[in-house]
């Protein structure tokens, strides 16, 4: 058998487990990470992506489901998720992508309290027998890298 290293993959399992939500600003929300900041929402980086340029849009509200949004938030979330699919296409061109929101812990929301999409661009062969067999997802980039790119175009 071989070993496969991820030496970041220990950040994520030895990560301090602290209150609060990582969304809200006057909480646990990593400033740097985030790309673009709407009136009422904006789109983040995900710290711990499942491929390069994994992005969430979320409320700047703590609100916990599409149902108690407002008509307004609802709209700008929908229009920063086709916003950061453009900047994924034109910075990285991708052959697909995955969109979509977690809402309970059933679903595998990791923070259910506060309403967030996902945007996972794709590539064909992305995912190989390192996560199926290694429980190791490889990340081809940095994330401070692909942050880089990502904010100029947004």
């Known amino acids: ?3 496969i290293i991820a030496p970041e993959r220990i950040k994520y399992i030895k990560r301090e487990k602290k ?3 990582i969304f809200c600003s006057d909480s646990l929300r990593e400033e ?3 790309l673009h900041e709407g009136s009422l929402c904006f789109v ?4 711990y992506p499942y491929t ?3 992005l969430m ?3 700047h509200r703590h609100v916990a489901e599409m149902s108690a949004a407002t008509k307004e938030e609802l709209i700008e979330c929908l229009e920063l998720t086709v916003r950061s699919v453009e900047a994924l296409k034109a910075a990285f061109d991708p052959q697909g992508f995955n ?3 977690n809402v309970g812990a059933a679903a595998g929301a990791g923070y259910e309290g506060h309403m967030h999409v996902h945007i996972v661009p794709r590539w064909s062969g992305d995912t190989n027998f390192m996560t199926v067999l290694g429980e190791v997802r490889v990340i081809p980039e940095e994330i401070e890298k ?3 790119i990502l904010k100029t175009l947004f």
Request: hydrophobic fraction near 40%.
């Open 1 to 3: 058998m071989e070993s």
């Open 19 to 21: 209150e609060g939500c």
């Open 32 to 34: 740097a990470l985030v």
């Open 44 to 47: 983040i980086m995900n710290k």
């Open 52 to 54: 390069s340029g994994h």
């Open 57 to 59: 849009v979320a409320t």
């Open 99 to 101: 969109i979509g929101m």
């Open 146 to 148: 692909t942050k880089d």
